[in-house]
Structures are given as C-alpha cells and as structure tokens.
C-alpha cells in the first residue's frame, strides 16, 4: 500500500543552525503534501503545505522543496529556535483519486540546543 | 475558539472493559476522523466520517466503533478493551477531505492494564 518515509527519526541541532527533514512518497499520484507540527502534549498543528504544481513554498523561516520526479519532498528550518522543539510529521495524499486518504510519515523529533 | 475538544483527556482501563471516547468540534466541519498515534508508527487512521450519519473504516479500525450522530460530535468506542489498545488517540476534522487542513484534538491518553 501507500507509504511515506520520513528522516531523521530524531535530530538535535544549535540555537541559529538550520534543520531539514525529508520524506520519500510511494503513491506517484500523490498531490498534496502537508507538514504539521507537534509540541509536547498537544495535537499536531499545521504548518506549511505544498501541491504538486510548485516546487518550492516559503513561509518566513519555513520552507518546503517538491522533487516529483524523485518522490522526495523536504522540510527547511532556518534560524532555529528553541520554541522550533517539536515532532514534525510529513504527510501525502492522492486528492481526486479513489481514497483521498492522508499518509502520514513516522515523524521527526527535533530537539533545538540553546 | 474551541475548535476540537477531546474528552476525556486521560484514562486507564481494565482489559475487557468498555469506553466511549468523545470529540466535538464547533467549525461546522464535514469531515472527522480519529487517529492514533503509538511511538515509531506516526498517526494510524482508525475510522473517519464524512458527514452526520455515515462512519468508514481506516487504516486500523479492528477492535474500535464510532458514531456520528451530530454533525458536531464524533464518538470512538472500544468495546473489549486490549492492551494493544494503549496509545494516544486524536480526533480531528478538516472542511474538505481532500488537500484541506486538518485540525486536530489535544489528544486522549489511554492505557489498558
């Protein structure tokens, strides 16, 4: 079936250093590729998506990068902050195709050092 | 704004027993889901709906039951609960199911001994 990979599970970085986590896509129809954000003991939050018509989506220190022909999109931290500690999850989905259903990736906890 | 309330918010069950998970949601939202979500797995789709009065199957729905009833609420039973069963659930609800945000609950912690 459908699935994304996503990586580092885990990832520590410096106060100001930037973080990238990557997911990788099974389902070529897939449309739609959300990026949501979640802090310790709360629901997962959205924070930045992209459709397949663009390559690149930007959003103040936030940015997401589509390779279709690869199956890859990425998620670009800039400036890290310590409020930027959090699971990140990728997701996919086919919209328009039989399930519409959303694949989320394993998620990544990201630890950012003061 | 309220927007997706879960209750309740922790609960430890006995296996065997039964419990009702309940979510309601105030943004008029057609669509609503419950996910789980256990360590290294990421969030598992159990059932979703998309309007009042109809309920579908996920990713992992053996074991679980749901209502929707009202538009605004969403219920999640489990009817014999199993240790398998121990994991963080999450109602959600989005106005699109497709390419649309999802708003997500704070999240029910349960465990079964």
């Known amino acids: 079936g459908e699935n994304v990979e996503q990586h580092p599970s885990t990832l520590s970085v410096q106060e100001g250093d930037s973080a990238v986590i990557k997911c990788t896509y099974s389902?070529?129809?897939?449309?739609?590729f959300p990026w949501y954000k979640q802090e310790l003991g709360k629901g997962p939050q959205l924070i930045i998506d992209?459709?397949?018509?663009?390559g690149e989506k930007k959003d103040q220190r936030i940015a997401v990068t589509l390779n279709k022909t690869a199956k890859h999109f990425s998620l670009h931290i800039t400036e890290t902050q310590p409020e930027d500690s959090a699971v990140y999850f990728c997701a996919s989905q086919n919209y328009g195709g039989a399930t519409n259903k959303l694949i989320f990736g394993t998620g990544t906890l990201l630890a950012v050092q003061p | 704004n309220a927007g997706v309330t879960q209750t309740p918010k922790f609960r430890v069950l006995k296996t065997g027993q039964s419990m009702t998970l309940l979510c309601a949601q105030d943004m008029n939202h057609e669509y609503m889901y419950w996910y789980r979500q256990d360590p290294g797995m990421g969030l598992r789709l159990i059932h979703y709906?998309?309007?009042?009065?109809?309920?579908a199957k996920g990713e992992v729905p053996d074991g679980y039951n749901v209502s929707r009833l009202k538009k605004q609420n969403f219920l999640l039973g489990l009817e014999s609960a199993a240790p398998s069963q121990t994991s963080v659930y999450f109602c959600?609800?989005?106005?699109?199911?497709?390419?649309?945000?999802?708003?997500f609950g704070e999240g029910s912690w349960l465990t079964v001994v």
């Open positions: 389902d070529s129809a897939s449309n739609y």
């Open positions: 959600a609800s989005s106005y699109m199911v497709a390419g649309n945000t999802i708003y």
């Open positions: 709906s998309v309007g009042e009065g109809t309920t």
């Open positions: 992209i459709r397949s018509n663009v």
